[in-house]
C-alpha cells in the first residue's frame, strides 16, 4: 500500500521568505506526482505534475523536484507572499492501478 | 475552473437517513471521482467513474454508492448514514484516467451527520 507523507503539518514563515515543502512515498512504483493548493473551504487546485522520468518541474516561483529512487519530493516557493498561504498536497499516481495516493498536506502561513 | 459543481454544499443530517450527494461538470470529462477528506488525512478515494454506467469502487468505498447516467453527472449515495461519514467530499474529474492528466476538483460538500 502506497503511504504519503507530508512533514511539517504547519509552517509559518515571514513574507519574502523561500518555502520548502517535502513529501515521502513509500512505493516507488508510480506513474506521476502532483503538487496541490487547497484554500480554506474550497477544493483543489493543482499546481504541478511531475511525470516518473522527470527530475523537476517549474511554474512561476515554483519548482518540484522528484526523486523516485528515494521516494521524496520536494516543493519549493520563492519569495514567498500572504497570497501562499493556503495547504499544499501531494498526491501519487500508482502505475498498477491508476489511483492517486494524497498525503495530509502541509498547512502555510505567510506573515506580512 | 473546470466547472465543476457540488450540490448541496452543506447538509446535516441523521444517523440512518440516506444522503445523496451530486456532482456536475460541463468539461465532458471521460472520468469523475468521489474522495472524503477527513483532518489528519490525506483525500481518500471513494468510487471513480471511468464512463457513463461505468463505476469501480476506491479504497473507502463501504456505505457508499454511485451512479452515472450521464457524462456530466455523478452521484454519490450514502445508504444509511452514520456519524463516521461524517466529511468533507469532493468530486473531481479528468480527461486521462487517474493522475495521468490533472484531475480538477469542485468545491467540496461539508456532511455532519448527527
Known amino acids: 500500500k502506497q503511504e504519503v507523507t507530508q512533514i511539517p503539518a504547519a509552517l509559518s514563515v515571514p513574507e519574502g521568505e523561500n518555502l520548502v515543502l517535502n513529501c515521502s512515498f513509500t512505493?516507488?512504483?508510480?506513474?506521476?506526482l502532483q503538487w496541490f493548493r487547497q484554500d480554506p473551504g474550497k477544493g483543489l487546485t493543482s499546481l504541478l505534475l511531475i511525470q516518473s522520468s522527470q527530475r523537476e518541474q517549474t511554474s512561476g516561483r515554483l519548482n518540484a523536484s522528484l526523486d523516485k529512487s528515494s521516494g521524496r519530493s520536494t516543493l519549493y516557493i520563492a519569495a514567498s507572499q500572504p497570497g501562499d498561504s493556503a495547504t499544499y498536497l501531494c498526491?501519487?499516481?500508482?502505475?498498477?492501478?491508476?489511483?492517486?495516493?494524497f498525503g495530509a498536506g502541509t498547512t502555510v502561513t505567510v506573515r506580512a | 475552473d473546470a466547472g465543476i459543481t457540488q450540490s448541496p454544499r452543506h447538509k446535516v443530517t441523521e444517523t440512518g437517513t440516506p444522503v445523496t450527494l451530486r456532482c456536475h461538470q460541463t468539461e465532458n470529462h471521460r472520468y469523475m471521482y468521489w474522495y472524503r477528506q477527513d483532518p489528519g488525512h490525506g483525500l481518500r478515494l471513494i468510487h471513480y467513474s471511468y464512463g457513463v454506467k461505468d463505476t469501480d469502487k476506491g479504497e473507502v468505498s463501504d456505505g457508499y454508492s454511485v451512479s452515472r447516467s450521464k457524462t456530466e453527472d455523478f452521484l454519490l449515495t450514502l445508504e444509511s448514514a452514520t456519524s463516521s461519514q461524517t466529511s468533507v467530499y469532493f468530486c473531481?474529474?479528468?480527461?486521462?484516467?487517474?493522475?495521468?492528466?490533472?484531475?480538477?476538483f469542485g468545491p467540496g460538500t461539508r456532511l455532519l451527520v448527527l
Open positions: 498526491a501519487v499516481l500508482r502505475s498498477n492501478d491508476y489511483k492517486l495516493s
Open positions: 473531481a474529474t479528468s480527461a486521462g484516467l487517474g493522475g495521468q492528466e490533472t484531475q480538477y
Open positions: 512505493d516507488s512504483a508510480i506513474y506521476n
